[in-house]
């Protein structure tokens, strides 16, 4: 994940070095980072979780598209943008089924296994076609606000795939909200994730430009909504189990503009000189960021977590020394 994410980060610093960003796109790789660092942490938290696992997911595949878009709506180069928006359905096909795998597990509906499987199976059948044809996006527009994409007929049957997946994962908590008790969950869990992902579901507008049609897509500002409601239910409910997950996410988030901000202020200021590089002098540059960048996390990560564990630690000294002094009143 760790090499995944700084691979995304030298994409993205080498276009912007290239291209300056627009605000948009900015906007745009910020609530990347944020859910692909929510995302994360929330895996992290219980790794053996089919819940957790679901959640992680699908913030990593809302992350994908929408730091696609950062790149895309900071490009001049039409070929740049359309290699790029092959890279945004690679998380974009899988979102109703990773949020359909989410019900499933969340209210531990073990009859719908199979169809979860088939919808997997589909998700990568229509990963396929987007990957390496032009069935699934067949160009591009260029709307005011930058390149987007021009849907190809097999957008429009996945469209179809995306209703129905959807529906029946939201169907699954509207079924569940109607019984006290599901699963070990109260009926204030679930309704928050319910109405969380009503709401997210208005973010299918994106899809409106790819049909030609002059509409700003806005659908991410909806999405992060998303983010705020269900990282509320975490928080006020503790809709995954994770305690103080307030001070454990600022924290994260601490840690993370630690690692991130120095490396984009190296580049902002090095833009000049980088623009002038070739791509091989800048996939060295890169390489070498990249094997600094690991000592640099691996060095902030046990500070980070020692400061949050610190009333922890107190305490386990505390009772280590209190069983010592039992042990020698004993002696």
Same mark, same amino acid.
């Not at 509409?215 to 809709?239: D, E, N, Q, W």
């Not at 454990?248 to 120095?262: E, F, Q, R, Y």
């Given at each position: ?17 290239? !291209? ?7 906007? !745009? ?18 790794? *053996?979780?089919? /819940? *957790? ?15 696609? #878009? ?6 001049? @180069? ?6 790029? /928006? ?8 899988? +979102?109703?089924? &990773? ?33 390496? /044809?032009?069935?699934?996006?067949? %160009?591009? #527009?260029? !709307? ?7 849907? %190809? ?13 959807? %529906? ?17 969950? @109260? ?10 992902? $009503? +709401? ?19 659908? #991410?500002?909806?999405?992060? /909504?998303?983010?705020?409601? +269900? ?31 120095? $490396? ?11 623009? *002038? ?7 060295? &540059? ?26 922890? #630690? ?6 280590? @020394? ?10």
């Amino acid at each position: 994940m760790t090499a995944f994410l700084g691979s995304c980060l030298t994409a993205a610093l080498y276009s912007f070095s290239s !291209h300056p960003p627009t605000f948009v796109s900015i906007q !745009h790789l910020v609530a990347s980072i944020l859910f692909s660092l929510t995302g994360f942490y929330i895996y992290l938290k219980n790794r *053996n979780s089919q /819940t *957790n696992i679901a959640f992680g997911l699908l913030w990593f595949c809302i992350a994908l598209w929408l730091f696609g #878009y950062a790149i895309i709506f900071s490009t001049p @180069d039409p070929k740049e943008a359309y290699f790029w /928006t092959k890279f945004v359905y690679l998380g974009v096909i899988f +979102i109703p089924t &990773v949020f359909y795998h989410i019900t499933v597990a969340l209210l531990d509906i073990k009859t719908q296994k199979t169809f979860l499987k088939g919808c997997y199976w589909l998700s990568a059948l229509f990963l396929i076609v987007s990957t390496f /044809t032009d069935w699934f996006v067949k %160009g591009l #527009y260029q !709307h005011r606000w930058g390149f987007y994409a021009k849907a %190809g007929f097999f957008q429009t049957i996945f469209l179809f795939f995306f209703a129905l997946v959807y %529906g029946r994962g939201l169907f699954n908590l509207y079924r569940a909200c109607r019984i006290k008790q599901h699963a070990g969950l @109260d009926q204030a869990r679930i309704r928050f994730v319910f109405w969380a992902f $009503v +709401i997210a579901v208005v973010g299918a507008i994106d899809f409106i430009p790819t049909y030609g049609v002059e509409f700003y897509p806005f659908g #991410y500002m909806l999405v992060g /909504t998303l983010l705020a409601s +269900i990282s509320y239910a975490i928080i006020k409910h503790r809709l995954l189990d994770i305690t103080t997950v307030i001070h454990k996410t600022i924290l994260w988030l601490v840690m993370s503009c630690g690692v991130t901000l120095p $490396v984009v202020g190296l580049f902002y200021l090095a833009r000049p000189w980088l623009m *002038n590089l070739s791509v091989l002098p800048f996939a060295l &540059v890169a390489g070498a960021l990249a094997l600094f960048l690991i000592p640099y996390v691996r060095f902030i990560q046990p500070c980070i977590d020692h400061l949050f564990q610190r009333r922890k #630690y107190d305490l386990q000294k505390v009772l280590q @020394d209190f069983i010592h002094e039992v042990e020698v009143l004993k002696s």
